[in-house]
């Protein structure tokens, strides 16, 4: 089976996700696609990092992810196809990538070369459609490509680590209204060393993080009902802290969004006491 998954902001409402998997099924009619998201936040390379980081994990080897987000070729920004933990990804080098693997040297790096062998009224997607065909089908990425050694990195919105301290941004806002942070359970573990901390943001602290979300009802004396509304932080499945409201609900209860005011680029920090 060749898989190829798509992530991009195209929406939903405009004709061009039909259109790409039709331009992917002209090239490589043996395809499987499947939809990872397609309501990232125009240009978000922040989000669609975050999201490809939460879901590439759930795919086989080989898999080749497509993402269509600021995706038009000029001079600040190269197309390129990476291999790395054994799957593909096709995209801009526009820092999505970076935030992706941080400091994990990938497998495989190539600028994409093929322009010129293309028609003329060639698209960035038909560029992009090319490419991630040629992968699924088993193609070598030398051939699309040209190996380099860097790509752009970013560091706009980065957690910085500090000794007592990491201080880390809101990079996605899920359906449920939940805040999701860049700070990683890898980094919390690694920089607390079982301190005690306090979570800080908008003028909210959190002085613990639940193992999961219905952990808030401690009291064995009231239903979990009662405690519908209550904030909240845990490291959700993808392995970073999440500012959540137990059982949200962006129509009714409210949401970290709505009752707590996180939104995307917003501080959340986590200060570590010396023992």
């Not at 190996?147 to 880390?168: D, F, P, R």
């Not at 003028?203 to 999961?212: A, F, S, Y």
Request: aromatic residues 10%; contains cysteine.
């Amino acid at each position: 089976m060749s898989i190829i998954t798509l992530t991009t902001d195209y929406g939903l409402k405009d004709h061009f996700v039909g259109s790409l998997k039709g331009k992917i099924l002209s090239e490589f009619r043996e395809a499987s696609i499947i939809d990872i998201s397609h309501n990232i936040d125009a240009f978000n390379v922040a989000e669609a990092a975050y999201i490809i980081g939460a879901a590439y994990g759930s795919f086989p080897k080989g898999t080749v992810h497509l993402i269509g987000v600021d995706i038009e070729l000029n001079k600040e920004n190269q197309h390129i196809a990476m291999q790395w933990n054994d799957q593909y990804f096709v995209c801009a080098d526009n820092g999505i990538l970076s935030m992706l693997i941080q400091k994990i040297v990938p497998q495989k790096l190539v600028a994409i070369n093929i322009h010129d062998r293309l028609p003329n009224d060639a698209t960035d997607l038909d560029v992009f459609v090319k490419v991630a065909c040629h992968l699924a089908k088993g193609g070598l990425p030398n051939v699309i490509g040209k190996e380099i050694k860097a790509i752009k990195e970013v560091t706009e919105l980065q957690a910085v680590v500090q000794e007592s301290q990491i201080k880390g941004y809101v990079i996605y806002i899920d359906h449920l209204g939940n805040a999701v942070t860049n700070i990683s359970k890898k980094m919390f573990l690694e920089t607390g060393k079982a301190r005690p901390y306090t979570i800080q943001f908008k003028n909210q602290t959190i002085k613990t993080i639940l193992p999961k979300y219905s952990d808030i009802g401690i009291s064995e004396k009231y239903p979990l009902k009662y405690y519908e509304g209550e904030k909240l932080a845990i490291f959700n499945e993808a392995g970073f802290l999440e500012i959540a409201i137990f059982r949200s609900n962006p129509e009714t209860v409210g949401s970290a969004t709505s009752l707590l005011g996180l939104g995307y680029r917003d501080v959340v920090s986590i200060e570590f006491k010396n023992q």
